[in-house]
């Protein structure tokens, strides 16, 4: 089956402009979270989706959002970039309520840059 | 707040060396993940422990999981340059998992 899709894998913004990302999670799998990964602060939760509503959200200011369809796909959205929102953004798949044991599939990515 | 400390944070050994990282936390987990990943994809699910003082092996991988269930640990046997990457751990009791900062390796033939 299909693995997590995330597009587009790579993206170079100016500061001040604003991004959308999106992810397709592996079909059944109802349950979306978005990470932050940088090299000083390794992956930090972002937000959690499930059946189109946000069940958990990370420490981040309001400039980052997201959202999720009634087929599962999601979307995050990033306003007034800033230099620091330089990071790969990664998107995880899994069965709700089975994380824990069954662990995230992740996409590959997707790579932005702020300028 | 549930915090994963993983060291070391860099190794860097010859093709065939043994080596182990290590994953500690100050809070108990349900189950933790080890995950590993390479430049420019996402973290892989290697394993998932849920018992205090489970172990188990994959292929020359073997993972730990503590008694008191707040720590791990990551025992490769005879690296491999394919075994370059970065190793996370991962944990959480329900929801979303916190992740570690990772170890990265490098195995150089």
């Known amino acids: 089956k299909a693995g997590v899709t995330q597009t587009p894998r790579y993206l170079i913004k100016t500061r001040g402009q604003q991004v959308t990302l999106s992810c397709s999670p592996i079909s059944g799998h109802r349950s979306v979270s ?10 930090q939760f972002l937000f959690e989706y499930f059946s189109e509503t946000q ?35 990664l998107c995880a798949s899994s069965s709700p309520g089975r994380t824990s044991l069954y662990g995230y599939t992740f996409g590959s990515g997707t790579r932005l840059t702020v300028v | ?52 003082g489970e172990v188990k092996k994959l292929k020359r991988l073997t993972f730990q999981f503590g008694d008191a269930r707040k720590d791990s640990s990551l025992h490769i046997t005879a ?27 490098s195995v150089k033939p």
Do not use: H
């Open chain 1, 34 to 43: 978005w990470y932050q990964q940088t090299p000083g602060q390794g992956l």
């Open chain 2, 1 to 52: 707040t549930q915090l994963l400390e993983q060291s070391p944070q860099f190794l860097s050994i010859q093709e065939g060396e043994n080596l182990t990282v290590y994953c500690n936390s100050s809070s108990v987990f349900s189950s933790l993940q080890w995950y590993r990943q390479e430049p420019g994809e996402g973290p892989v699910l290697l394993v998932t422990v849920v018992t205090g």
């Open chain 2, 79 to 105: 690296a491999q340059p394919g075994d370059t990457g970065l190793y996370l751990c991962a944990g959480g009791s329900q929801g979303n998992l916190i992740f570690g900062k990772g170890t990265k390796l």
């Open chain 1, 55 to 89: 069940r958990n959200k990370g420490n981040f200011p309001g400039r980052f959002s997201g959202r999720q369809f009634s087929n599962s796909r999601s979307e995050m959205n990033v306003s007034t970039l800033e230099l620091g929102d330089s990071a790969l953004y």
